[in-house]
């Protein structure tokens, strides 16, 4: 049923709406009976071919293919639902299921709050095991396991590794993490592949306002160029809208403006970030980005290291507001770029 937004009535009835989840509930119980009863069998293949043990194994597979398939369609429509619902159950449960992103969690946590809050004890103080506790509590597990997963699955998680440019490790007051560090960054290869040199930055001088602003749009335009140039020859007659799914933009956040759009389909065709490309990476990509999303003008500018720019007395335009950025996007990125 498509949301409706009118007074109208819809076009289902709830007597009729609770009925459908009914029989919908009924066949998932039904087929994981099913499922699990046909069990013993093991896998399909060590039966001979056409003997009916193996056709009623490869029904079963279907089976869990099937509930495997409706699952993944209910999480996205549960997801998408927990933008507006007031059913904090639905909220609590997907809350907790997208942990392992960051950024969605914390949207959902938010929500949640807004929706509900915590009830505080006597001295208003929030009760454990709340959502923004639970996230800590569970960072900190999948962190302490992390060094064991490095040396079991060194080959598996240097993909990883290669692309970062820090390693998640427990900050300890009475452990000195350093020589560790060392030796896990040497065995994962880190930060082999991350766009900006990965090295420490105190040898270069310290790190500035830009910077830090910059340092997530290289990565994200970094990262989308590598999967458009490898996807390039598999993509068939997708869009290139559609490509950007997940890789730039993804649920709630609004599609990228058709402005933003035009300037990513040139990011394929520019050459790998160095200290010489920096100067096309910056007039080509970030600058005008910068401009669309985050420094259009100089009443909603509200980066501090934008808006300092904006505000000198020399800037009376948006012509030279874009020429001082350009040059200060240039000369960070060749400072912080590898060389070539």
């Given at each position: 049923m498509s949301q409706d937004h009118s007074n109208q009535k819809p076009k289902f009835d709830v007597g009729i709406v609770a009925d459908r989840f009914r029989t919908a509930e009924k066949w998932a119980d039904e087929a994981f009976d099913f499922a699990c009863k046909l069990d013993w069998l093991g896998n399909a293949k060590q039966h001979p071919e056409g003997s009916e043990h193996r056709d009623l194994a490869l029904v079963r597979d279907k089976v869990d293919n099937a509930l495997n398939r409706f699952g993944r369609r209910f999480d996205a429509i549960?997801?998408?639902r927990t933008e507006a619902t007031h059913c904090t159950n639905m909220?609590?449960?997907?809350?907790?299921?997208?942990?392992?992103?960051?950024?969605?969690?914390?949207?959902l946590m938010r929500r949640y709050d807004a929706l509900r809050g915590d009830?505080?004890?006597?001295?208003?103080?929030?009760?454990?095991?709340?959502?923004?506790?639970?996230?800590?509590?569970?960072?900190?597990?999948?962190?302490?396991?992390?060094?064991?997963?490095a040396e079991?699955?060194?080959?598996?998680?240097?993909?990883?590794?290669?692309?970062?440019?820090?390693?998640?490790?427990?900050?300890?007051?009475?452990?000195?993490?350093?020589?560790?560090?060392?030796?896990?960054?040497?065995?994962?290869?880190?930060?082999?592949?991350?766009?900006l040199a990965a090295g420490p930055r105190k040898r270069r001088g310290t790190e500035t306002p830009l910077?830090?602003?910059?340092e997530p749009l290289v990565w994200r335009l970094h990262v989308l160029r590598s999967v458009l140039i490898k996807t390039e020859q598999t993509r068939g007659n997708e869009k290139f809208e559609g490509r950007l799914y997940w890789l730039w933009w993804q649920f709630p956040e609004k599609p990228p403006k058709p402005e933003i759009v035009a300037i990513l389909k040139t990011v394929p065709h520019l050459p790998g970030l160095t200290q010489k490309t920096a100067g096309e990476w910056s007039g080509k990509a970030i600058v005008p980005i910068i401009l669309i999303e985050d420094a259009a003008d100089r009443e909603t500018c509200k980066i501090p290291a934008l808006r300092n720019t904006w505000r000198h007395k020399s800037v009376?335009?948006?012509?030279?507001?874009?020429?001082?950025?350009?040059?200060?996007?240039?000369?960070?990125?060749?400072?912080?770029?590898?060389?070539?």
């Open positions: 549960r997801r998408v909220l609590v449960d997907v809350a907790v299921q997208r942990r392992g992103d960051a950024s969605d969690a914390l949207h009830e505080g004890d006597a001295n208003g103080d929030p009760p454990s095991e709340t959502f923004p506790d639970s996230f800590v509590g569970d960072t900190y597990l999948r962190v302490s396991a992390l060094p064991e997963l079991q699955f060194p080959k598996h998680i240097r993909h990883s590794a290669r692309d970062m440019h820090g390693w998640p490790m427990i900050v300890s007051h009475h452990l000195d993490c350093t020589h560790e560090f060392q030796r896990i960054a040497e065995l994962l290869e880190l930060g082999a592949d991350y766009p910077l830090h602003h910059l009376k335009s948006v012509a030279i507001f874009r020429s001082r950025l350009h040059s200060a996007v240039q000369d960070t990125l060749r400072r912080f770029a590898r060389s070539d």
